[in-house]
């Protein structure tokens, strides 16, 4: 019970800060909906669906990637992360914690994307959201905890996307697939699968990316 | 482990895949039988004994990774860092091997329908980013910790690639394609067997030098640092 | 409480500390000296648990929880306000009776009128004075203080050394410092590092 107190007052710490701050979620709504933009006009006519899906996801991703790389800023910037780290608390609730907050912003930002490929480029059905949902999950866990390690070193804001696009690879795959096959349940059947995987994983190896 | 041993296990391992290498390489080319694809498909006795052997580099690496962050071993992480490595240089081999199968077989020097070539591309791109982050930090345990994590995501992330990879090629490639796994007669076999265990002793036995010679440069350094 | 012998902390081909031996009481009172880069941050984060030693030993024969590290940086999120700040460290550290608490030590470092300003707007005292309530929100058994009256104008050095002088008996302290003198009448043991 301890554990989810000090989950949800990490999470609560994340959003309250970005309600102060205000500068991650605005950049990632104008990222997404610029880049869908932009895709209007790197479509050729005639193009297939599953080209404006792809598109869609890289779309996504990258936004993802932007918030990503702001999420353990002030952390960094302040060396805030000692003080976390020397809670009692278990450390694995501050990868939570901060997941539950990336997947917030995450959401938001599809809430606004979604309807507006909806608008640009094709019809968005129950499928789509399912696969965008389960990915949202999947980029999150394992996001926050690349975000976590890139941050230990040099360039960081070069090394997040190094690390976090083979990861991302299944997630487009089920995602991508789950919106145009006419089975999706394989699709978001692996969307679920890496979900779990990984996110155990994660919660698991948390504790030695910000321990020595 | 007794000095002796230690000191002869390195040339007796050289031997041995020396010995097998030739083995093999006699083998491939005058006693399994030559095919329809003819000469072509005995590059399938190279590219798949090291395809092989780069994902048995990448497990030992992925194992030696968690013995450093469940058991704290001395030295795992040097050991997982020099696996990877190698895992690194047979998965190119693999890559370039796998195109000029591609390019004999279907004339072009990559196909995307190829599952195994995709996957080795995907875990090549995780593998060169787990040097970018060990590059990325200074020596110590916590670039220890860090790498050692990102290498078990790398032995997650290959059952996960393995099948997500599939499933693309469905909606990428719906023609169906002749697959093409070897169903092998006996020679073929034993050859292809001991091409693998071939392969499988050069890696230990490169995997051994590398490893002696990065432990020398500890040694070196802690000796430098005791005479301070 | 604590003991070290022979520790050794590197990192990569720099050594920081070599041969460090440390004795602590759980009322004892240490003075860590030194000149500028010779370890005595180094020392602070591995008697925190924040780093490993490279060779040695080292016994810490208290909870995490129990422990409390003023660091070099204040630790203290510039967004949020100064009782949101001690708020989140309270509810980390299981602080019983928090809002008392939090209030209680904002009055005693002089900072209650400044509570619901964000940390961003303060001076660098007052960051101080904020850390310093971080640092003593949950009655920790074991102080670890790395340079504590850094920043302090004369009216913040003497609420710490009225705090300092208070708690000495009844826990544990490494402290490190360019002013021992300050704190001779309570030091129980020095440790200079070369």
Known sequence: MNYLADVGALARKDLLLELRARDTLPAMLLFVVSTLVVFHFVLPTGSSDLAATGLLWVALLFTALLGLSRSFAAEREQGVIDGLVLAPSDRSAIWLGKALSILAFLVLAEVLALPAYGLFFRPVDAALVAGVALADVGIAAVGTLLAAMATAGRARELLLPLLFLPLAIPIVVGGVGASVAEDPGRYLGLLGLYDALFAIICWASFEYVVTE | ?228 | MIRARALEKRYGDKRILRGVELDVDTDGFVLVTGPNGCGKTTLLRLLAGLAAPTRGELDVAVDRGRIGYLAHEPLVYRELTALENLDLYGRLYRVPERRERTGMLLERFGLWDARHAQAGSFSRGMLQRLALCRTLLHEPSLLLLDEPYSGLDDEGARLLDRELRERAQVAAFVVATHEPQRLEPVATARLALA
């Not at chain 2, 590059?135 to 997650?156: I, K, T």
């Not at chain 2, 490639?173 to 001991?194: E, Y």
């Open chain 2, 1 to 228: 482990m007794s000095t002796w041993s230690r000191n002869n296990r390195l040339p007796a391992l050289a031997t041995l895949a020396l010995i097998l290498t030739a083995a093999s390489i006699a083998l491939i080319f005058f006693y399994a039988p030559v095919d329809e694809d003819g000469l072509n498909q005995k590059i399938f006795y190279f590219h798949v004994p090291i395809a092989f052997t780069a994902y048995a580099c990448f497990g030992w690496g992925g194992w030696k990774a968690l013995r450093h962050l469940w058991k704290r071993d001395e030295g795992a992480d040097l050991e997982s860092y020099v696996a990877i490595h190698l895992g690194v240089i047979f998965g190119v081999l693999t890559l370039v091997t796998g195109s000029i199968w591609a390019r004999y077989r279907w004339g072009h020097w990559w196909v995307w329908s190829e599952d195994q070539l995709v996957l080795f591309l995907v875990l090549f791109r995780f593998y060169c980013a787990y040097f970018m982050l060990r590059y990325s930090l200074p020596a110590g345990p916590q670039r220890a910790n860090l790498s050692a994590v990102y290498a078990l995501f790398g032995v997650a992330l290959i059952p996960v690639s393995v099948l997500a990879i599939r499933l693309s090629q469905r909606f990428i490639h719906p023609i169906a394609f002749d697959k093409g796994g070897p169903n092998m007669a006996g020679s073929q076999f034993l050859t292809f067997c001991v091409a693998v265990l071939a392969m499988l002793t050069v890696a230990a036995t490169l995997y051994n030098l590398e490893l002696a010679g990065k432990r020398l440069d500890v040694r070196l350094r802690e000796l430098r640092e005791a005479l301070q």
